[in-house]
């Protein structure tokens, strides 16, 4: 018996226990919500951003390098042997200038052959002349025939055009004399040079190449993908060595084949007012922009939320900070951000954190984080 009675009276201490334990658990959550949940009629912290409208714009960027609109490759008009070159990469040439000249013994030894020619069909002319007019005199009288005289009228006309014929070789002899000294037509600079004292070169083959002064152009090279929407988008241009400087350009020409090893077509972008800091060789980026006209919002996609299956976004009201969920048009995403194409003005508040814990209009307070 008095077993027994030890029995009952250790199971309800152990019960006791048990419910003291409960108790102080269950007292123990209350304490832990109680803190972390505001209290009734407190302003929940939130994170805002401020609307600000601007134009859709979409923006690729493209490597490119500066040329020259007109590079041309120029040489002798006639063939011999180099004796100078008076220019070197990077020259600036004016019209008239010397650039090379070639060996000129062999055209003016050319030029005297042509001279001795000419004098002798000038001496065969005067021959023939003074026979026709002697048979001229005698057929007034009718001492020769008819077919003679038509002979040594034949004659006269041959040598004249002998004359003519010698007095047109020896003009091209005396350009080509001319031709030796390699001359700049325009102003430009000095790109390349193909020649060298003591080369022998044919009649039309490159000496130097010329870059034109004045207009100058932005190379890029342009997937398959974007070349057919180039004409109609914005075309800036700007220097790695300047950056932040923009120039303006206009499309003047896109290859009209892709490259074989690239897969790209070549655009050529030409430069408006380029300052005089652009210089041939230099790098650059062409940056082609499509404006599509309506303005949007940019906000972080932690700001969208949905209303009946429709993105929506809190929106906080001006004069007593309450919550409003207003369904939103969402033109594109970038990144992470969302671009907003309809349902907010600009200047207007939008919760950014948090967004799937709140209520509509439930109060509360723009949090700004503390200075460190």
Aim: proline share 5%.
């Amino acid at each position: 018996m008095a077993r027994f009675r030890e029995r009952r009276l250790a199971s309800a201490v152990m019960a006791t226990t048990a419910l003291l334990t409960v108790a102080g658990l269950l007292a123990g959550c209350n304490e832990t919500q109680s803190a972390s949940t505001p209290a009734e009629g407190e302003a929940r912290p939130v994170r805002v951003a401020t609307v600000a409208l601007e134009p859709l714009v979409d923006s690729v960027r493209y490597p490119a390098v500066i040329r020259p609109r007109v590079e041309a490759d120029v040489g002798f008009r006639v063939g011999g042997k180099v004796t100078a070159r008076l220019v070197e990469v990077g020259t600036r040439i004016e019209p008239g200038m010397p650039l090379a000249r070639l060996d000129p013994t062999d055209l003016q030894l050319q030029i005297r052959a042509a001279q001795a020619q000419l004098a002798s069909a000038q001496a065969d002319a005067a021959n023939a002349r003074s026979d026709f007019q002697r048979y001229a005199s005698l057929r007034q009288g009718e001492w020769t025939t008819r077919q003679e005289y038509d002979r040594r009228k034949t004659t006269l006309d041959k040598a004249d055009s002998k004359v003519r014929e010698q007095e047109a070789q020896l003009r091209v002899l005396n350009n080509s004399a001319q031709y030796a000294t390699l001359v700049a037509d325009e102003a430009g600079i000095v790109t390349a040079t193909l020649i060298e004292p003591g080369q022998v070169v044919a009649a039309g083959q490159t000496a130097l190449r010329v870059a034109r002064l004045g207009a100058m152009e932005a190379v890029a090279n342009i997937p398959e993908q974007s070349v057919a929407t180039l004409p109609r988008q914005k075309l800036s241009v700007e220097l790695w060595s300047h950056s932040g400087q923009s120039i303006a350009g206009t499309l003047r020409e896109v290859s009209p084949s892709a490259d074989a090893a690239t897969r790209t077509f070549q655009a050529k972008i030409a430069l408006i007012d380029a300052p005089p800091t652009v210089q041939l060789g230099m790098t650059a980026t062409v940056t082609a922009a499509a404006d599509h006209g309506a303005p949007v919002a940019r906000l972080p996609l932690s700001a969208l939320t949905q209303r009946e299956q429709t993105p929506a976004v809190w929106v906080l009201s001006a004069p007593d900070d309450r919550l409003e969920l207003r369904p939103v048009t969402v033109a594109a995403y970038a990144g992470d951000l969302a671009l907003i194409g309809g349902g907010l003005k600009d200047g207007e508040r939008v919760v950014t954190a948090g967004v799937h814990k709140l209520d509509a209009g439930q109060k509360v307070r723009v949090w700004t984080e503390p200075a460190r």
